[in-house]
């Protein structure tokens, strides 16, 4: 149950679930979304695709009463909640996702809501969702950070699973893609190379002057790091193609802002390509800056070092699990040069030793993931 297409970070979580489901169980997959017709078709392993948007905008009774008669076709059902059942974005979004996880329950499959995290304070709705979705018997909850499995006792109560994302679990793809020529050709020229992405749910939530603020300081930070180190590569990644949440825009953006420096060269990525070419190319990289959690994600899982402006959070969690504490600035800090500056310099520096933390702990993290499909209610 992800969300609309053009998101790579639920794209992840829906080829990385696929893959480990075909690959370890030899499962049958089908994928159950909100569009009309067959929901994310780009994605080529799945087996079968139901569309039932009306279940989220009308109440969909119909749509409720054919799914019932679906889920007698089906061994398990897995709720891919990543950040959408705390009612973050809308009350009827998690709603929809949490009732027809409860209906699978109630139908006796075994189900489990999947590598979901939770803000500091979810909504009513959400909470009420999430108590009636534990009760059912044959439920499996699985938190994927240890910060939101505490948000969950105290909201919810009773038991659950700590996990990691299943986006932890995608292949990477090596496929040929400009991006990894580009980086390739910058690192064989003695540069170093960063990776960047600016999002809308850090950008778009800012005033028009605390915009240019934050763009004024990425390029400050980059130019005072050029000035310490050799040139500088920065591979700008969009991570989000939808309309509403469009990172390209802001790529370019920042590409606008850096595009005079000495000794800094940047290239955005042409999309579009799979989360798999990114975590690929990522690999290749020397550090990365993100304000996505899931590009955050193909970082660690290929061990590339990497710091977030945070959001929604959630990114705290996540590093808790390599250990890593000191790895993140919030969208405050980062509109400040100096403050930004000083982050990227000094944990560009530690690099080694921030993928030394991330090769010690990626193998239990991996563990972690797994296990949000080791559950059978």
């Not at 695709?49 to 007698?72: A, L, N, Y």
């Not at 990172?247 to 290239?267: F, M, W």
Request: charged content about 20%.
């Amino acid at each position: 149950m992800p969300a609309w297409q053009g998101s790579l970070g639920d794209e992840a979580v829906i080829t990385a679930a696929t893959e480990f489901l075909k690959r370890d169980r030899n499962a049958e997959v089908t994928l159950i979304g909100f569009d009309r017709g067959a929901p994310w078709n780009s994605i080529k392993l799945i087996d079968h695709r139901i569309g039932i948007p009306d279940f989220f905008t009308t109440g969909g009774w119909p749509e409720r009463r054919r799914m019932t008669s679906q889920f007698c076709k089906f061994d398990q059902f897995f709720l891919l909640g990543t950040d959408m059942l705390d009612g973050h974005y809308t009350d009827w979004h998690s709603s929809g996702l949490l009732t027809i996880a409860r209906q699978a329950a109630m139908s006796g499959i075994p189900t489990n809501a999947v590598g979901f995290s939770l803000k500091d304070c979810p909504a009513e709705q959400a909470i009420q969702g999430l108590r009636a979705l534990a009760a059912c018997r044959s439920t499996t909850m699985c938190i994927r950070d240890q910060v939101s499995l505490t948000r969950y006792k105290k909201f919810v109560a009773g038991n659950a699973e700590l996990t990691a994302d299943p986006a932890f679990l995608l292949e990477p793809d090596a496929s040929k893609h400009g991006a990894r020529s580009w980086v390739r050709s910058q690192s064989s020229e003695g540069n170093l190379c960063l990776g960047l992405n600016l999002s809308s749910h850090v950008y778009d939530s800012l005033s028009e002057s605390e915009q240019t603020a934050i763009l004024v300081a990425i390029r400050d930070s980059i130019l005072a790091l050029a000035e310490k180190s050799k040139p500088i590569s920065v591979l700008l990644i969009p991570h989000d193609i939808r309309i509403d949440f469009d990172d390209v825009r802001l790529c370019k953006l920042v590409q606008h802002a850096i595009h005079d420096l000495p000794g800094v060269e940047s290239y955005v990525m042409q999309t579009p390509y799979s989360p798999g070419i990114i975590k690929s190319i990522v690999a290749e990289l020397d550090f990365v800056l993100s304000s996505r959690m899931h590009l955050a994600i193909a970082c660690l899982g290929a061990g590339t070092p990497v710091g977030c402006i945070t959001y929604q959070g959630k990114f705290e969690g996540l590093y808790q699990h390599f250990g890593i504490s000191d790895c993140t600035i919030s969208p405050e800090d980062a509109m400040s040069s100096p403050n930004l500056t000083e982050f990227l310099i000094q944990r560009v520096l530690t690099r080694a030793s921030i993928a030394s933390r991330i090769a010690d702990s990626i193998p239990g993290v991996t563990r972690l993931a797994q296990r949000n499909f080791e559950f059978t209610g």
